[in-house]
């Protein structure tokens, strides 16, 4: 299983990034799909889930409203688009892969992703 996430970069607030995660063909089904960031000092952070059988999604509270995160079947890729970015915004974010789908009380924890992407630097000046 293979994952990769692109679309990084440095934006300044207000600015808008799309993430991609482009997830091996024969294992995106059934799967759930997430992203998570880890600002610099601080620990790894939950963003925003998709269940990929029922395309059931989840936010962290601090980005309900700015991004969405969206499918592309055809493509075998995730997406995290990123609106009215703010400095607090400024992490590596990676794409993570269960291969089975969570309920919605462990959807959070990186703890039961089996695999992840190399991450995406996301830098948001003032």
């Known amino acids: 299983v293979q994952l990769q996430a692109s679309g990084g970069g440095l934006v300044r607030a207000g600015d808008s990034l799309r993430l991609s995660c482009a997830i091996s063909r024969q294992t995106f089904s059934g799967a759930h799909i997430a992203w998570f960031r880890q600002a610099p000092g601080k620990e790894r952070e939950f963003v925003a889930a998709i269940r990929l059988p029922d395309n059931h999604k989840n936010y962290v509270e601090s980005v309900l409203g700015r991004f969405t995160v969206s499918r592309d079947n055809a493509k075998s890729s995730v997406y995290l688009q990123m609106n009215s970015l703010k400095p607090g915004d400024t992490a590596v974010y990676y794409c993570?892969?269960?291969?089975?789908?969570?309920?919605?009380?462990?959807?959070?924890?990186?703890?039961?992703?089996?695999?992840w992407g190399q991450g995406t630097l996301v830098t948001v000046s003032s």
């Open positions: 993570a892969r269960r291969g089975s789908p969570l309920n919605i009380g462990s959807v959070r924890r990186a703890d039961l992703y089996n695999y």
